[in-house]
């Protein structure tokens, strides 16, 4: 496994991101660098993946046309049930994220569109539909391209290991880049995988369609992180 940081002119694709890498991966770069000893009612972007070692897929129950809302973190006696806490943003039936742990009554989830940033935050734990992950899944089920923003994993399967290569990158003033790579083969452990070399320590777990990514803050430039939750990437469509 390696890594490096690299100062170049951003790509294209890397200029449509410029604006919106920035705030997602620095919030959780600052996140990382907290540590532990978060307050319980935490429930925010930079902690997520470090947020648990127990990730669930989990759809929204319900009858057509209901909301479950989004509920924030603070003020300090967030989450509860009253307008002070209730974000504007909901979800409806069927709608698929992601639970790291909860707490009273409520979820910590994330919900991962197939384009746009994702949402953290509280829901009620009523209603969902948590489903138990697969605690060995099988190596092909890791297999394929995954990628969170400008991020991508490329996961191969092969004679009982995985191997794993991958870039991440932050975006700063002008045309500074910040990279890190990692790349590496290991034998997974249940759903979950750990490559480590040098300073560099890189987690994936396997949670049904998703990848969740964390890492230690150590593999690569300034502000850049792995952490995150990576969708398999989707083929284009031929013209």
């Not at 978060?38 to 759809?59: E, H």
């Not at 479950?68 to 504007?88: I, L, N, T």
């Not at 880049?177 to 890189?202: F, K, Q, S, Y």
Request: proline letters at 6%; charged letters at 25%; one cysteine or more.
């Amino acid at each position: 496994m390696t890594t490096k940081l690299i100062t170049t002119k951003a790509r294209a694709a890397a200029r449509r991101l410029a604006i919106l890498l920035p705030l997602v991966l620095s919030a959780a770069a600052h996140a990382a660098a907290q540590g532990e000893g978060n307050p319980p009612n935490w429930c925010r972007n930079g902690v997520f993946p470090d947020d648990s070692d127990n990730f669930r897929v989990a759809r929204v129950a319900g009858a057509r046309g209901e909301r479950a809302y989004f509920h924030k973190d603070a003020p300090d006696d967030c989450p509860q049930p009253r307008a002070k806490c209730r974000d504007k943003v909901y979800l409806v039936p069927g709608d698929e994220v992601i639970v790291s742990r909860t707490y009273g009554g409520w979820a910590c989830s994330w919900y991962q569109p197939r384009s746009g940033p994702g949402k953290v935050g509280w829901l009620a734990a009523d209603r969902l539909d948590i489903r138990e992950t697969d605690a060995r899944p099988p190596l092909a089920l890791w297999a394929g391209e995954w990628e969170f923003y400008e991020n991508f994993l490329k996961v191969r399967a092969e004679a009982g290991t995985l191997g794993v290569e991958g870039q991440a990158y932050w975006h700063g003033l002008g045309d500074n880049v910040h990279v890190g790579e990692i790349a590496g083969r290991v034998a997974p452990e249940g759903n979950a995988l750990t490559l480590e070399e040098d300073t560099c320590r890189v987690t994936l777990r396997l949670v049904g369609p998703y990848l969740v990514v964390n890492d230690n803050g150590q593999c690569g430039g300034v502000n850049v992180t792995f952490d995150g939750v990576y969708r398999r990437k989707t083929p284009r469509r031929r013209r």
